[in-house]
């Protein structure tokens, strides 16, 4: 028989599965060019779908990517190298510069294929005129704890950069652009993931001004100045650097949760996709979904039992307590145990698909109905975990943590409620 966990966890195969770029990159290459072709990129991804690329290229390649540490692949033509996320360090800085300066080099005649993936923001550090790395490491860290979603925090760190809003793209003009996208933001915007480096951007410093005010974000003088002025605009939709450039989505958060719902079906589960760009509070994200999965336990709606509620997106933490250790899966996984306590028929997994939930070593957890009851004969009170954003730990003592290593990819927040 097929424990509830195991279900779970083929169901989190096969999302992983789906957001693997390395299967879509061989079919979507682009024409050669009369030049060379330029390999860049940044994000957690990136590593794996340079590796792809170059796999799939019939050709010479030269570049750089920039991804998260320990997310290296071994490429022959590519160079990798590594920097921190989610707060930039000096070899982030680093590496923008030199990527900055590749593509200026590059001619009429040549490509640059830019890999795009999540966390791409906080890898490509280029502080923008007047700032310091110091600077953007404070604005990043206080962005964190603040509680803003992804799209307002890329609005602040793009318009503090010296490279991304469309500013990479405007640095590799007039050379051909290919962007590979693999998405990790609601909606699936190219503008938003990794702060848009190649793309147009719509949004003004005016914009990132206003929420820092809205979440009382205190930044230094120069940073401020730098909003305001606006010759250090973005660059926006329509302007020449643009032309011909290609941009290919190869993979979203909706197809890893068709994918696990595929599988559902084969497992004999009603899968009910609750939408792949859900935002909000993690523990109050935790609350509707278990107000849904009470709702088919008690009255089979929106399906009948045996059923299991999928959903991605990307939740945020508010950092309120005392800022214990645990990434934003984790928290809604304690925030649903907390709801669900030692009810027989309800399990639950939530994962980064990236495998890394916030800043630790696990990608999120998974639950059952004797989750509850190793922390009673431990004396774990849940609640105060809770109140403390310590979701780590407290799974951690009743070992229902969930550890996959880098994935190589990042399609978000996968989570998988099942009603037995």
């Known amino acids: 028989m097929t424990t509830a966990r195991e279900k779970l966890l083929a169901l989190m195969d096969a999302a992983l599965k789906a957001a693997d770029p390395g299967v879509q990159i061989p079919l979507n290459l682009p024409i050669k060019p009369k030049g060379k072709t330029i390999v860049i990129g940044a994000g957690k991804a990136s590593a794996n779908m340079a590796r792809a690329f170059e ?43 030199r990527i900055l300066e590749i593509v ?11 890999m795009i993936s999540g966390g791409g923001s906080a890898l490509l550090a280029l502080p923008g005129p007047g700032l310091t790395l110091e600077d953007k490491q404070a604005i990043s860290k206080a962005l964190l704890r603040s509680g803003a979603t992804i799209s307002e925090m890329n609005c602040v760190r793009k318009h503090l950069s010296a490279i991304k809003g469309g500013r990479l793209a405007q640095a590799s003009a007039p050379a051909r652009m290919v962007t590979y996208l693999v998405s990790d933001v609601p909606g699936d915007d190219p503008t938003i993931i990794a702060s848009g480096p190649t793309v147009a951007d719509p949004t003004t410093g005016t914009d990132a001004l206003d929420l820092l005010r809205h979440y009382q974000i205190d930044i230094p003088t120069a940073a401020k100045d730098l909003l305001a002025d606006s010759t250090h605009e973005t660059v926006k939709p329509g302007d020449a650097c643009f032309d011909g450039h290609e941009t290919v989505m190869l993979a979203r958060p909706q197809d890893s949760l068709e994918a696990a719902a595929s599988v559902a079906r084969e497992l004999g589960l009603t899968p009910v996709i609750l939408g792949d760009a859900i935002e909000g509070e993690a523990r109050e994200v935790a609350i509707v979904h278990a107000g849904i999965a009470h709702q088919v336990a008690n009255h089979g709606q929106p399906a009948a039992k045996p059923c299991v509620l999928l959903s991605g997106g990307e939740t945020t933490v508010t950092v309120r307590g005392k800022g214990g250790r645990g990434g934003r899966n984790s928290e809604f996984l304690l ?36 989750s509850w009851q190793k922390a009673q004969e431990a004396g774990i009170d849940l609640r105060k975990y809770l109140a403390d954003n310590d979701a780590y730990s407290a799974f951690a003592k009743i070992d229902d943590l969930l550890v996959t290593g880098p994935t190589l990819t990042n399609v978000n927040d996968f989570r998988a409620v099942l009603i037995e």
């Open 104 to 114: 200026q080099s590059a001619g009429p005649d040549d490509l640059v294929v830019c």
């Open 335 to 370: 925030s649903l145990l907390i709801q669900f306590r030692d009810e027989p028929g309800f399990s639950a997994l939530a994962i980064d698909t990236d495998g890394i939930d916030g800043s630790e070593d696990n990608a999120g957890a998974i639950i059952d109905a004797t």
């Open 55 to 97: 796999k799939a290229w019939d050709g010479p390649l030269e570049g750089l990517v920039v991804t998260r540490y320990g997310h290296a692949v071994a490429c022959e033509q590519i160079e990798i190298v590594e920097a921190s996320h989610p707060v930039p360090d000096a070899a982030g800085q680093q590496a923008a510069e």
